[in-house]
């Protein structure tokens, strides 16, 4: 039969039903998504800096241009264009509209926290193709990696004293803009 034999096909000489294909790419659909979860678990396990403290988080960071005058439906409708989307880098993601710099300027950001899957500079770059248009008026979007729990808490609002205050003014600023504290991605 040489190059065009395929067993499959030609099993006893009956073609296989419709739902004979569907089961079969059902089973090697789920294989190639064991094979990816397997991948992102053994990332995630060198993800190791070596002092013992795991890297296994990234904070994220995408600046609204501060001249732009409807910032709050502008981060609801960013915050729904992400959810959406369904980022493959974003798990266990959550979000937080912050308006206060750390001088106390306005200053418009959305930070979002993530377990990480993937290097910082793919997840920026993917994040820059999206947002970076005029449409969306970011201007600067920041990757950096550190540990879950610390950058949860700080996307969650606990801050330092230097930027305790600045907090308490983004809370005030997120209930008078009808926003709500944190986001799940």
């Keep these: 039969m040489g190059w065009r034999y395929n067993e499959y096909f030609y ?9 004979e294909i569907n089961e079969y790419i059902l089973k090697e659909h789920i294989k190639c998504d064991l094979a ?3 991948k992102r678990k053994k990332y995630n396990e060198i993800l190791n800096n070596g002092d013992g403290e795991q890297y296994d988080g990234q904070l994220i960071t995408l600046c609204i241009d501060k001249d732009y005058k409807q910032v709050p439906k502008l981060a609801l409708e960013i915050i729904s264009v992400i959810r959406n989307t369904n980022y493959s880098f974003i798990e266990d993601g959550y979000a937080c509209v912050e308006v206060h710099g750390s001088d106390g300027a306005f200053n ?3 930070h979002i926290v993530t377990k990480k899957v993937k290097r910082n ?3 920026a770059q993917n994040l820059r193709r999206k947002f970076q248009v005029p449409k969306y008026q ?8 550190l540990p879950y729990n610390v950058a949860w808490d700080y996307v969650g609002g606990t801050k330092t004293d230097v930027k305790l205050a600045q907090s308490i003014k983004d809370i005030e600023w997120r209930k008078n803009n009808n926003i709500e504290s944190l986001y799940e991605l």
């Design 11 to 19: 099993n006893d000489g009956n073609k296989p039903s419709e739902d």
């Design 138 to 145: 970011i201007y600067r979007v920041d990757v950096k990696e």
């Design 36 to 38: 990816e979860k397997e």
């Design 121 to 123: 500079g793919v997840v």
């Design 108 to 110: 418009p950001h959305i």
